[in-house]
């Protein structure tokens, strides 16, 4: 598992949007088509964008109560016991919990992609 979503207390209201925020790139591009895009189109949210996911700043956004991001892509190292504190809970009686795999979906994250490394060894 690579991404993973987790959801802050972004300081934007209901009428501003929301503020997506991932690496940038080729992957944040993929993912404002397969996801943010449809999800706007469906929803009529705005989404704005950010990048790069920083740790340092989402910690320093909290400990100044000064919160702009409202979901953000960070890796399977985040979102955990050790930073709780610094994420919003995620309110599962809006997100339908029956959608995501079965371990996937923690009180701070959902996990968003999966993958594997596969090692082969070749016989002679």
Do not use: H
Not at 7 to 34: D, I, N, V
Not at 39 to 56: C, H, L, M, V, W
């Amino acid at each position: 598992m690579l991404g993973t979503l987790g959801c802050g207390g972004g300081g934007g209201s209901a009428e501003e949007g929301l503020l997506f925020t991932s690496q940038g790139g080729s992957y944040q591009k993929a993912q404002t088509k397969a996801w943010l895009k449809p999800y706007s189109k469906q929803s009529g949210t705005e989404i704005r964008q950010d990048s790069p996911t920083d740790y340092a700043k989402i910690q320093s956004m909290v400990e100044n109560d000064r919160v702009s991001w409202d979901v953000v892509d960070v890796g399977n190292d985040f979102g955990l016991q050790s930073t709780a504190d610094l994420l919003e809970p995620l309110d599962y009686s809006v997100i339908d919990k029956e959608s995501i795999l079965e371990g996937y979906a923690s009180k701070y994250r959902v996990a968003c992609m999966l993958y594997a490394t596969v090692l082969v060894c070749g016989a002679k």
